[in-house]
């Protein structure tokens, strides 16, 4: 009991616990719309103390009696001062106004008051929605994805590819949440733009390192995406219109100051032009964002949060690919005591892939699909120590692959490949403590657990081995069959369960200036079965179990931030190295379409990556902007599970698909009046890793190449320039109306990078001759955006 009673006056700071405190609390809105604002400055000078707002902009501190003046700021608003009397526990709501003025616009950022040098958080990036929409993308599609890949530590597998990378990652490795919902494939049109309409966000936070214990479930990185709750004052409207797609949102009170409704719309229509011109062919998307929320009383709120989006690709009615998101997310805020706030939430999400194919008469479909029912406790102790704790559930059932005639005169049977189940359960405890005026540190441990259950059909093999290899020829292939038994759903296959530590520790020199470091451990129990850089939509997901292993990740990092001139500039340099063990590698010749039995053609391996990452900013002015630069390494291995065994690559550590060595990107932001701003950006990269044959023989009249070490090539480097302006005409006084057009060069200088090369015979020459195949040129483009 005693050392119980040291460690509470250690916790809570001996010089505090002998005051008498009282809890000062509340949320934080817009004074415009009711919107609750996550990340917002709470500051008390006279107490050198302060908090931010939580996900769900709430706040709680706890101070001694006294007079005391409150600063609130937050990134885009007014700054709002308060004094205030705290002589008994106070509810204090506050309401900050957009700024009028966006020259002073801080670009990327935590908050604006330097806490984000004190903070033990590192490794994460913010950007704010109107920096995104300002950024020149590909036909003018405002679009999350991308802007994020202008960041020191996001790539991706090039123009066209699907998802991003994060720290030499794969794209698998990374959570994408939308108001705490798993999103299984973030990209429309494979890869050309993301599901994230930017009229619906209202925060969105990437986790590079140094991740919360909260989250878990995917080694490399999260990416956590909030949608707005919708305007409780006033009905609104607001979207655009582009060259390919358009949007249209609107928002308003259900009931006024209590409630409120969001719906959104977005669909592109390029597909239409092509029907004029007697095409056939057809690529389109649509997706619909919609939320409630409604305030039951000062300590209750329910939130309905829900995405649905498809995408369709058809070529000349004999083949139709429809694959997409859906999400639904009911949550409840409670606010237990005045240092205490929960949320509830109980999450639907599904992913589906389907394929029409009419030429040879069938329709294939799969997907995964999870329930999960979380709750999480943020607990205010003292304004030098905050709980966050939690407990999460999740329920997941795969359907790697169904086949079924459109009619019977196809000559096609039906196949079902075998369903799989699994349940996927943690609790977590973190801490976030101001232990001195200068040392600050982020702690805590995740516990979680997997358990494979049983399925319809259960493969057996020889030594219990799915892989099998052939001295003779040097090779591994599918290991034979012995036989196929079957479980109850109640049966458990296989079950894991992972200590997940995590710590982040900040010491500022002084109050523009810091380091930092940063571990985490973390487990991922599903597996995107994909041999390509960039996944497609027919790679399926599986989970975990008797032959394949979780991903372990252990992660280290450090780093130096410093302020520069009142945080006019700012500068960031991490450094990093991770650890990941049995992550999947293929056998040569791995067959992935339709397999019932993946982990015959898996061997588990293990990659590691390693870099230097700079982000330097300039944060005001009339010029703003970044440049970002990552030196960094991304390699695998996998190495013979005996001493006769070659493993892939002959176990020597080869490049990942997705190893950069250089990235470098510079963003520039200009208010040339008050009418025009100018936007650029140059992003260059070195090409990706790649393997080219490099001999070949004749064998019975057929030309077979002969391919060097895996990865052992690269693509030319890819580099190029954007720019783009904004035009806004003018505001009305009452502000009823306001509109901008942005007009945008994708690609200035019409650079043909190498999406990929193939090889092939001269048929004038007969000599061999590579063939580079580029996506994108030059592209213009339009956009009307407006808002009422």
Do not use: C
């Not at 001996?14 to 919107?35: F, H, K, P, R, W």
């Not at 002589?87 to 009028?100: R, V, Y």
């Not at 929409?133 to 996001?154: A, I, M, N, R, T």
Request: aromatic share 14%; hydrophobic share 35%.
């Amino acid at each position: 009991m005693r050392f119980l009673a040291l460690l509470l006056i250690f916790l809570s700071g001996s010089d505090i616990i002998s005051q008498e405190l009282y809890v000062l609390n509340g949320v934080v809105t817009d004074a415009a719309s009711n919107e609750t604002l996550i990340g917002v400055n709470i500051l008390v000078p006279e107490a050198g103390t302060g908090v931010v707002t939580n996900d769900y902009g709430y706040y709680s501190l706890k101070l001694p009696k006294g007079d005391y003046k409150i600063e609130i700021s937050y990134l885009g608003y007014q700054s709002l001062q308060q004094n205030i009397t705290l002589d008994t526990n106070k509810k204090l709501d506050f309401q900050l106004a957009e700024a009028s003025e966006s020259l002073e616009e801080i670009v990327i950022t935590s908050d604006i008051e330097g806490l984000n040098i004190r903070k033990p958080e590192m490794s994460v990036n913010k950007l704010s929605i109107t920096t995104i929409q300002k950024l020149p993308v590909v036909f003018g599609e405002v679009d999350v994805v991308k802007s994020l890949l202008l960041l020191p530590g996001v790539s991706n597998a090039g123009e066209g590819s699907s998802g991003f990378n994060v720290r030499g990652g794969a794209v698998d490795q990374n959570l994408i949440l939308l108001d705490e919902a798993t999103i299984y494939n973030s990209s429309h049109l494979f890869g050309l733009f993301s599901v994230f309409n930017p009229d619906a966000i209202k925060d969105l936070k990437l986790y590079k390192g140094g991740i919360p214990a909260k989250y878990g479930g995917r080694v490399s990185s999260v990416l956590d995406i909030y949608q707005r709750d919708g305007n409780s004052k006033n009905f609104k409207m607001q979207g655009g219109i582009g060259a390919v797609s358009s949007r249209l949102l609107a928002e308003g009170p259900i009931v006024k100051d209590k409630g409120s409704f969001l719906v959104g719309a977005r669909s592109s229509y390029a597909h239409l032009f092509l029907k004029l011109t007697d095409n056939e062919n057809s690529a389109y998307f649509y997706d619909l964002n919609t939320k409630l929320s409604y305030n039951l009383d000062d300590r209750n709120k329910l939130l309905l949060s829900g995405y649905f989006g498809r995408d369709v690709f058809n070529i000349s009615q004999n083949f139709e690919n429809t694959y997409g998101n859906a999400v639904l997310n009911l949550r409840w805020n409670h606010i237990f005591s005045d240092n205490i706030f929960t949320n509830l939430s109980v999450i639907y999400s599904d992913y589906y892939y389907g394929l029409n194919l009419n030429f040879v008469g069938f329709n294939w479909d799969s997907g995964i699909t999870n329930l999960n029912i979380k709750y999480d406790f943020n607990h205010y102790i003292n304004d030098a120590l905050q709980l966050k704790y939690g407990i999460q559930n999740t329920y997941y059932e795969f359907n790697p692959g169904e086949i079924e005639p459109i009619d019977s005169e196809s000559g096609i049977n039906y196949f079902k490949l075998t369903n799989k189940y699994a349940f996927e359960n943690a609790v977590y405890l973190s801490a976030e403590h101001r232990i001195s005026e200068n040392f600050s540190a982020e702690y805590g441990v995740r516990l979680s657990n997997f358990f494979r259950l049983g399925q319809d059909e259960i493969n057996t093999y020889e030594n219990n081995d799915p892989v099998f290899y052939d001295p003779e020829r040097d090779i591994y292939r599918e290991a034979d069959i012995l036989e196929t038994v079957e479980s109850s759903r109640n049966d458990i296959l296989e079950s894991y369960s992972n200590l997940e530590p995590r710590i982040a520790l900040s010491y500022a020199l002084n109050d523009n200036q810091s380091v930092k470091a940063s571990y985490n451990r973390m487990a991922q129990y599903l597996h995107l079965i994909s041999n390509t850089s960039s996944p497609t939509p027919l790679d399926v997901w599986a989970p975990s179990g008797e032959f394949i292993k979780p991903q372990i990740l252990d992660q280290y990092a450090v780093g130096y931030f410093r302020n520069f001139k009142e945080n006019r500039y700012s500068l960031e340099v991490e450094s990093f190295y991770k650890n990941i063990d049995n992550r999947l590698d293929y056998i040569d010749g791995a067959n992935l379409i339709a397999n019932n039995a993946v982990e015959r053609i898996v061997l588990s391996g293990e990659a590691r990556a390693y870099g230097l990452e700079l982000l330097l900013r300039k944060n005001k002015g009339r010029l703003t902007g970044w440049a970002g630069y990552t030196l960094s390494r991304s390699e695998q291995r996998t190495q013979g599970r005996t001493a006769q065994e070659p493993g892939i690559n002959a176990g020597d550590w080869y490049r990942t698909n997705f190893d950069k060595t250089h990235d470098l990107s510079i963003t520039g932001s200009y208010d040339l009046n008050k009418k025009w701003q100018l936007n650029a950006n140059f992003i260059y990269q070195t090409g990706l890793a790649t393997t080219f044959p490099n001999a070949q023989y004749e064998y019975e009249g057929i030309t077979v190449p002969v391919y060097g070490e895996r990865n052992g090539d690269r693509l030319p480097a890819y580099h190029r320039l954007d720019l783009s302006a904004t035009y806004t005409p003018g505001i009305d006084k009452d502000k009823k109306f306001e509109s901008f057009w942005n007009f945008g060069i994708y690609n200035v200088y019409n650079r043909q990078n190498a999406y990929s090369i193939s090889f092939r015979e001269n048929t004038d020459t007969g000599q061999n001759e590579a063939v580079r195949l580029s996506l994108f040129g030059i592209i213009p483009s339009v956009t009307y955006n407006f808002k009422f």
